[in-house]
């Protein structure tokens, strides 16, 4: 984890266990430690909370279910029951107002999913995690203020979500890359909360080290102009980073120029007309062969600078 003034910053994107997938119907509280958690639930999350920090948060998490739904073909099957429980599935968001009770389900879950070795590791520097069935929050000291905890929560749910749907629907067997599930939660970010506050990296640091060395922005990114510093840059050039260099971006070589890079190139997989379903499993197809990168090129920056990306 990484931390910037007034940032909120999470590794997020490491965690192999889907959002789904081995939930069983109702199982409100199975984190073994977590007995003392209160639970609201909406039609398709159960929030877990010492303290809810938000009365708003529900509402929200529907609206990122939502716009998942608008974008992705068949999304609502994640949900599904089954014969054995037929009953539909729900989310758990889990809100650890401390650390102390963060690190008691942390444990469970590296002993319970026999997590060893480096994959354990990281989990002790993460301040978010998924887990069987939903994903683990840890709210104080690191998420104060209402406004990241908001951020935060989007951002890792839209990220799971896409990892869920790219693994059963999509090119993705495997867990899909950085550029795929980060650049899926800023979308979300910006998409219903206006703003990008999650980083992988510390933006401000990287700034003061590099001074006014950018690879592909025109302005250091700041919370809200993510989409004109992207179209400054690609005023500037006629050819936008082909998609297996977004596609091959690791959190270790990453800048704020590569996250803005990530955003739009979601934004662009993901745009489609009004109440339509996405092409993001075409386009990530295509992305992924490279099939023709001068046409698929031309598109995606002819996207960055029209006004639908925003």
């Known amino acids: ?12 994107i490491l965690a192999p266990l889907l959002a789904f997938g081995e939930e069983k119907a109702n199982a ?16 398709h999350f159960r929030i877990c909370f010492q303290a809810m920090p938000d009365p708003d948060l529900e509402k929200l998490l529907e609206r990122t279910w939502r716009e998942c739904d608008r ?43 026999n997590i ?17 069935g939903g994903m683990v929050f840890q709210r104080a ?10 951020n935060a929560v989007v951002h890792g749910v839209a990220q799971s979500f896409l990892r ?3 693994m059963r629907n999509g090119p993705c067997k495997d867990p899909p890359p950085l550029c795929l599930v980060g650049g899926f939660g800023y979308y979300m970010e910006f998409k219903l909360l206006d703003k990008a ?9 990287y700034y003061a080290e590099q001074g006014g060395n950018k690879l592909i922005q025109s302005e ?3 919370e809200d102009n993510w989409a004109r510093a992207v179209k400054q840059a690609a005023r500037k050039t006629a050819t936008l980073p082909a998609p297996d260099v977004i596609l091959g971006i690791d959190v270790d070589r990453l800048t704020p120029d590569m996250c803005g890079t990530m955003y739009a190139f979601i934004s662009y997989c993901v745009s489609s007309a009004p109440g339509c379903k996405s092409t993001i499993a075409k386009d990530l197809l295509e992305a992924y062969a490279c099939a023709d990168a001068g046409k698929w090129n031309e598109a995606w920056r002819f996207y960055v600078l029209s006004e639908r990306f925003k």
């Open 1 to 12: 984890m990484v931390r910037g003034p007034g940032i909120l910053a999470i590794l997020a």
């Open 28 to 43: 409100t509280l199975s984190l073994g430690p977590v007995a003392n958690f209160k639970v609201e639930e909406s039609k």
């Open 71 to 113: 974008i992705f073909e068949g999304f609502e099957i994640l949900f599904a029951g089954t014969k054995e429980a037929p009953a539909p599935k729900k989310m758990n968001i889990y809100l650890a107002d401390g650390r102390g009770d963060f690190e008691r389900i942390r444990n469970w879950l590296i002993q319970t999913q």
């Open 116 to 132: 060893a070795g480096k994959d354990a590791e990281i989990l002790k520097n993460v301040t978010q995690f998924a887990v069987p």
């Open 141 to 150: 000291p690191v998420l104060p203020k209402v406004e990241l905890i908001r």
């Open 164 to 166: 869920a749907y790219l």
């Open 197 to 205: 506050v999650v980083r992988y990296i510390d933006f401000d640091k």
């Open 220 to 222: 250091p990114l700041k």
